[in-house]
């Protein structure tokens, strides 16, 4: 069960305000490695990815931009997925010396009951850890993502009198407004939401796992030198 639960936060500057912030979080939780393991680089490697989307989400939650917000909440579901496929394997170590060293792609790999980590398995996997409809918000951001007929259905409009009209532009449509708003404020909290699950259950619970290690198999070195995350610094 997890410790980090789904909260909707209707407050749009606070919501701002958590989005950007997930980086100095994370960066609390980095500074706690010092036996550094392959679970370690790994964890490292995701979180890079995961608060390098910050800015951009921010920018794109300014313009209600739906194509960016929920092709970076994917991106961000990802990034979840892929860190939770190594609570799914026989040996996390070798699990990410796979993806990591000899370039293995997670969907060929497979779980302790032999089946594959595919998009969909992890989605169910994470969902069914969560108590949460993982897959089919996965499904609903791909609908934004991938080209559809919801691309046209953004840029028709039917009128009174059987007309239509076309409306191709970077802005989105002044009459849509409360529906793109609604959209971007749903987008922003599944965006936080999943960023927190990574950092604040996923490594956390990996950290807390590593404490109690006896086993040194996946020990990569020794440091006493902190670890900084470079986008903190950027901040600095």
Excluded at 23 to 35: C, F, P, R, S, T
Excluded at 105 to 125: F, G, R, S, V, Y
């Amino acid at each position: 069960m997890s410790k980090v639960k789904y909260q909707f936060i209707e407050n749009e500057d606070e919501l701002r305000f958590k989005i950007n912030t997930l980086d100095k979080v994370a960066n609390e939780y980095l500074m706690k490695i010092e036996d550094l393991y392959m679970e370690d680089l790994f964890f490292m490697s995701v979180i890079d990815k995961s608060i390098k989307l910050i800015d951009t989400f921010l920018f794109a939650l300014d313009r209600r931009n739906i194509t960016i917000l929920a092709t970076l909440t994917r991106v961000q579901m990802d990034c979840v997925m892929r860190a939770f496929a190594g609570t799914m394997v026989s040996d996390s170590g070798d699990f990410c010396k796979a993806v990591l060293v000899e370039n293995v792609p997670i969907n060929k790999l497979k779980d302790t009951n032999n089946q594959k980590l595919t998009d969909k398995h992890l989605c169910e996997a994470v969902g069914k850890y969560l108590n949460l409809p993982v897959y089919d918000l996965y499904k609903k951001v791909c609908g934004f993502v991938h080209f559809s007929s919801a691309s046209f259905h953004n840029i028709a409009k039917a009128g009174e009198n059987c007309d239509m009209t076309m409306f191709i532009s970077r802005e989105n449509r002044k009459d849509d407004k409360q529906e793109f708003e609604r959209l971007s404020l749903e987008l922003a909290n599944q965006f936080f939401f999943f960023g927190s699950l990574l950092i604040e259950e996923l490594f956390a619970s990996w950290l807390e796992q590593k404490s109690h290690k006896t086993d040194k198999f996946s020990f990569i070195y020794t440091t006493h030198m902190k670890i900084y995350s470079l986008a903190v610094s950027l901040y600095d």
